[in-house]
């Protein structure tokens, strides 16, 4: 509260408790137009499980809409989390996506590693604009559909073990 953050930064304000009078820096909600999480299963009702270490589940709860990539289809009854995973009710998700894979190239816990090699791409190719347009033709313009994009990355898939 005494820093120069508040100096800086005219989104923070300070408000009062009422209950025990101490005063809080607090900033306005972010809300998002529309939020895309990934999961590893969800249901056609829009039930879905996704990685409990990351904030899916509030980001979605969040956002205005949101769209849930996920690498499985399954029976509502079976939109049950394992370990380190948690549960995001339909209420919160307006559209869900079947697409396996498309997490890549970061990681889908307990189904695919993040494929280190393509980041390690990635990165060299953000150094200049013309390195940075050739990866973004090559993966993103290039494939026609996301099936072309897993075959042209050599996407395995592999179960984690």
Do not use: W
Request: with cysteine; aromatic share 6%; charged share 25%.
């Amino acid at each position: 509260m005494h820093s120069d953050l508040m100096k800086v930064r005219r989104d923070l304000k300070t408000v009062r408790d009422p209950y025990s009078g101490n005063e809080y820096v607090v900033v306005l909600p972010v809300i998002p137009d529309v939020a895309i999480i990934h999961a590893a299963k969800g249901s056609r009702n829009g039930e879905i499980t996704t990685d409990a270490t990351r904030n899916d589940r509030l980001l979605a709860m969040a956002a205005k809409k949101t769209i849930a990539v996920v690498e499985e289809l399954v029976e509502p009854e079976d939109v049950l989390p394992g370990r380190q995973e948690v549960f995001v009710a339909s209420v919160h998700i307006d559209a869900v996506v079947l697409a396996p894979g498309g997490a890549h190239p970061t990681a889908c816990q307990g189904i695919y590693e993040t494929d280190a090699a393509h980041i390690r791409e990635y990165i060299a190719a953000s150094k200049d604009e013309q390195g940075f347009r050739a990866y973004i033709e090559k993966y993103i313009f290039g494939p026609e559909d996301h099936n072309r994009y897993l075959e042209t990355v050599n996407f395995r898939g592999r179960k984690q073990s």
